[in-house]
């Protein structure tokens, strides 16, 4: 076996994701501190005196409550490397969640023990699902009053498809949370909080004599309902849990840190390590084969002492060494990789070497865009990361014309890091590009970004447009014409952009106006607001 087969074997990339306050970003901590990455968990909404998550960095992140860039924090536990991908939560984010999505072989998606399948967790799962990403099923919150389990169960199947196979099940109902039964190992652990939730939980390994004794009614009932798991046949099977058949599910609590050293064990002996992955041409790019890599997020400014700006690369194949001289397969051009990082939020630390499945941030990367292939060797190009379809639009200006220069380099930094989507027009000009975004929060970002980083504050003028298809230049006549729609041009790729106020005006222009070229992007089949 290579070097790169067999450190490959030892990876597991995976992202976490769930609806906005079911708990992703304490879970991304709680999953660090049980790993050693760091030594006390921080919460989004935390009592004073406790610190704040790491991997949120953004002032509007630490202000809200909410994840709205990636972080990837690489760690290792029982002799794997971790590399978890941290995702925007809030829907308003989910173009740079699904291209998250990219980079991972298997996904956590986390409930709310309370609320169940949450909107954007179906969204976020219909992406999955899509990319044929094995799921594993954390219900968060169980130390908080919720559902009944069996329900929960039955609403995973019932919304997802998937069949539920409980790894643990919990010991106590919602809110009355005193631990699990292992159903895998055969065993019942009783979880003890430590003062604040900010430690490792301690867990303590019950007899079956020592659990009825200590937690009576609930333990029976815990069994019970355990038996009848067994009776129906919803035991864990690894062939339908990576054929997107299936989902494991476990039970705790990420504040109190109650069940995930479990998550991670079963993430080890679960998760799907890397494999071989196919390229544009369809054609499967060996392990072994020389270094390949998916540039999958950019991201400036994550240090405001160094204004720099980083690509996440997840790598595909071969070995990656610090100092390398790759090919950026967009341009034909080298590219050098002089400095290489692991980067958690404002946390950083150099990498050396990495394997597939790992995720290298390689620094001052201005030429690299997010869908980008970087190899080395022979030419390979992997399939490029689609778009959202956009249904928010605004026209920007700068508020000082003695900050054009600012703005307009500012502008075109967060349209290469995919913050935005850029929309121009002669008619409008450079001063005013439109803005087009799947969610409005993404104009505060644009905002706060383009006022802290470059010094140049603007006004948004939003426009009552909803709708994005493609045309052609033939089309692009006849519309620019019409009344209730408008022909702009996408700056990163220079597509036609056909933008209407509704689809009922789209389809009154349609009738009055047969064989125009009217597409929705090829990507955006079956996948809920994406687009190519």
Same mark, same amino acid.
């Given at each position: 076996m290579s070097t790169a087969t067999s450190e490959a074997a030892r990876r597991r990339t995976f992202a976490v994701i769930s609806h906005p306050d079911a708990g992703k970003s304490t879970m991304t901590e709680a999953l660090a501190l049980h790993a050693s990455a760091i030594t006390q968990a921080g919460a989004v909404h935390g009592k004073a005196g406790r610190r704040g998550v790491t991997s949120d960095w953004m002032e509007m992140e630490r202000?809200?409550?909410?994840?709205?860039?990636?972080?990837?924090?690489?760690?290792?536990?029982?002799?794997?490397?971790?590399?978890?991908?941290?995702?925007?939560?809030?829907?308003?984010?989910?173009?740079?969640?699904?291209?998250?999505?990219?980079?991972?072989?298997?996904?956590?998606m986390l409930l709310d023990a309370a609320k169940g399948m949450e909107p954007q967790t179906m969204k976020l799962f219909e992406v999955c699902r899509h990319r044929r990403i094995p799921v594993i099923t954390f219900v968060n919150k169980?130390?908080?009053?919720?559902?009944?389990?069996? *329900?929960?169960?039955?609403?995973?199947?019932?919304?997802?498809?998937?069949?539920?196979t409980p790894v643990t099940w919990p010991i106590g109902g919602a809110g009355n949370f005193h631990g699990v039964v292992d159903r895998l190992r055969g065993r019942a652990v009783r979880y003890t909080r430590t003062p604040g939730g900010a430690t490792k939980a301690l867990e303590t390994e019950l007899t079956p004599e020592q659990a009825a004794a200590e937690l009576g009614a609930d333990w029976e009932r815990a069994g019970e309902e355990a038996d009848l798991l067994a009776a129906i046949g919803a035991e864990h099977d690894q062939k339908a849990f990576e054929a997107h058949e299936s989902t494991p599910v476990l039970f705790g609590a990420a504040l109190s840190n109650f069940g995930v050293a479990r998550l991670l064990d079963v993430l080890v002996?679960?998760?799907?390590?890397?494999?071989?992955?196919?390229?544009?041409e369809g054609a499967v790019r060996p392990l072994d084969a020389p270094f390949s890599g998916l540039v999958f997020k950019v991201q400036a400014n994550m240090d405001p002492a160094h204004r720099d700006?980083?690509?996440?690369?997840?790598?595909?194949?071969?070995?990656? *060494?610090?100092?390398?001289?790759?090919?950026h397969a967009a341009t034909g051009r080298p590219f050098a990789t002089k400095y290489a990082q692991s980067v958690f939020?404002?946390?950083?630390?150099?990498?050396?070497?990495?394997?597939?499945?790992? +995720? +290298?941030?390689?620094?001052?990367?201005?030429?690299?865009?997010?869908?980008?292939?970087?190899?080395?060797?022979?030419?390979?190009?992997?399939?490029?990361?689609?778009?959202?379809?956009?249904?928010?639009?605004?026209?920007?200006?700068?508020?000082?014309?003695?900050?054009?220069?600012?703005?307009?380099?500012?502008?075109?930094?967060?349209?290469?890091?995919?913050?935005?989507?850029?929309?121009?027009?002669?008619?409008?000009?450079?001063?005013?590009?439109?803005?087009?975004? +799947?969610?409005?929060?993404?104009?505060e970002v644009v905002e706060q970004r383009l006022a802290t980083e470059f010094g140049a504050e603007i006004v948004l003028d939003r426009l009552e447009y909803s709708l994005a298809l493609r045309t052609d230049?033939?089309?692009? *006549?006849?519309?620019?014409?019409?009344?209730?729609? *408008? +022909?702009?041009?996408?700056?990163?790729?220079?597509?036609?952009?056909?933008?209407?106020?509704?689809?009922?005006?789209?389809?009154?222009?349609?009738?009055?106006?047969?064989g125009l070229t009217l597409e929705p992007l090829i990507a955006g089949q079956g996948l809920p607001g994406a687009t190519g």
């Open positions: 202000a809200r409550g909410i994840s709205i860039t990636s972080a990837a924090l690489r760690f290792d536990y029982r002799g794997h490397v971790f590399n978890l991908v941290d995702t925007p939560g809030h829907a308003d984010f989910s173009e740079d969640t699904y291209r998250v999505l990219a980079a991972v072989d298997c996904a956590v169980w130390d908080r009053p919720g559902r009944e389990p069996l *329900e929960l169960l039955d609403e995973i199947e019932e919304r997802t498809g998937l069949r539920p002996d679960l998760a799907p390590a890397p494999a071989p992955r196919p390229d544009a700006r980083i690509a996440f690369v997840r790598v595909c194949s071969g070995r990656f *060494e610090r100092g390398m001289v790759l090919t939020g404002q946390e950083r630390a150099t990498i050396d070497e990495a394997y597939p499945g790992d +995720v +290298v941030g390689l620094v001052n990367a201005t030429a690299l865009r997010p869908g980008d292939t970087l190899y080395e060797g022979k030419p390979v190009e992997f399939p490029p990361i689609p778009s959202f379809a956009p249904e928010h639009f605004a026209v920007a200006r700068s508020r000082s014309t003695a900050k054009a220069k600012q703005f307009r380099r500012g502008i075109d930094q967060l349209d290469g890091e995919g913050v935005i989507q850029v929309l121009r027009s002669d008619l409008r000009g450079d001063q005013a590009p439109v803005l087009a975004a +799947v969610g409005p929060m993404q104009f230049a033939e089309s692009a *006549e006849v519309l620019r014409r019409q009344r209730g729609a *408008e +022909v702009l041009t996408r700056s990163r790729d220079q597509a036609l952009l056909a933008v209407f106020a509704d689809q009922w005006r789209m389809r009154s222009i349609q009738r009055e106006h047969e």
